[in-house]
């Protein structure tokens, strides 16, 4: 897909981290953004700075992201790429005890419900209205109509203590990818899942600096946190190469998470 004026995008988690320079890095290809968030003040801000609109989004709502859809495409026309940044993290053993009386805790099961709900319903909740549009429009080259970006996590495949419900929730995000993909092909609408390790992200700013340090030490290369514009600049790649479909590519300097 050649990425100009022509094209529209949508990116969930628009406002900050990973969707913020991901729709920085789409922008400044000429494509017309919008973000879909909950946090208006920064969204805003954010899509005024790239001539884009904001949208208030809570992807565990139809309602919201329906409404979200039609105000992106009546400002920036039917959307072509798709990307999915929207998500929460936590972290929860699935039997702990407290630290005091010693008693047993079980997980709190609306935390896991929670992550379930944002991060693996929610991105479907998305790729699918979204999807649903694309369908609609005229082919470009090679049949292809659009293009969607899942943000799954490197827990998705060695998830550490207390992340049974996120990396529950990313594994759900990868493994949707292929049977999206293949129930969209004869629609020509591609589907692949970036795997982020390690990165500096606003959640990960709030980490003292020696935690941050420990967390870089442990990427064989290269030995620091990945930075939200090399993300983006895989998510422009997988729009741009067209025969990029149905995969789930790591992007962690080749870690792999040990238990804690």
């Not at 959307?79 to 630290?99: P, Y």
């Not at 729009?239 to 992007?251: H, K, M, Q, S, W």
Request: hydrophobic share 45%; proline share 3%; with cysteine.
């Amino acid at each position: 897909m050649k990425l100009d004026s022509n094209i529209a995008a949508v990116v969930t988690g628009g406002a900050s981290g990973l969707g913020e320079a991901t729709a920085r890095a789409l922008a400044a290809k000429g494509v017309k953004v919008a973000i879909f968030d909950r946090d208006a003040d920064k969204g805003e801000k954010v899509a005024v700075e790239l001539g884009g609109v904001f949208c208030h989004v809570d992807v565990t709502s139809d309602e919201s992201v329906d409404a979200g859809f039609a105000r992106a495409r009546e400002a920036n026309g039917q959307e072509r790429i798709c990307v999915n940044c929207a998500g929460v993290a936590n972290a929860v053993k699935t039997v702990g005890r407290d630290k005091e009386t010693g008693a047993i805790k079980r997980y709190p099961i609306h935390q896991f419900e929670l992550a379930i709900q944002i991060n693996l319903i929610g991105s479907f909740r998305v790729l699918a209205a979204s999807a649903a549009g694309m369908a609609t429009l005229d082919p470009l080259e090679d049949g292809e109509r659009g293009l969607i970006v899942n943000t799954a996590s490197v827990a998705a495949q060695d998830g550490q203590i207390g992340q049974a419900a996120y990396s529950a929730s990313k594994a759900g995000v990868v493994g949707m990818a292929l049977p999206i993909a293949r129930d969209l092909m004869s629609e020509g609408i591609r589907v692949n899942t970036i795997l982020p390790g390690i990165f500096e992200t606003p959640m990960m700013a709030m980490m003292p600096q020696n935690v941050r340090d420990a967390l870089a030490a442990q990427v064989p290369f290269p030995k620091r946190l990945g930075t939200a514009a090399e993300y983006a600049r895989l998510a422009v790649f997988m729009a741009e190469n067209v025969y990029i479909n149905g995969e789930d590519v790591r992007l962690d300097g080749a870690i792999r998470m040990a238990p804690r």
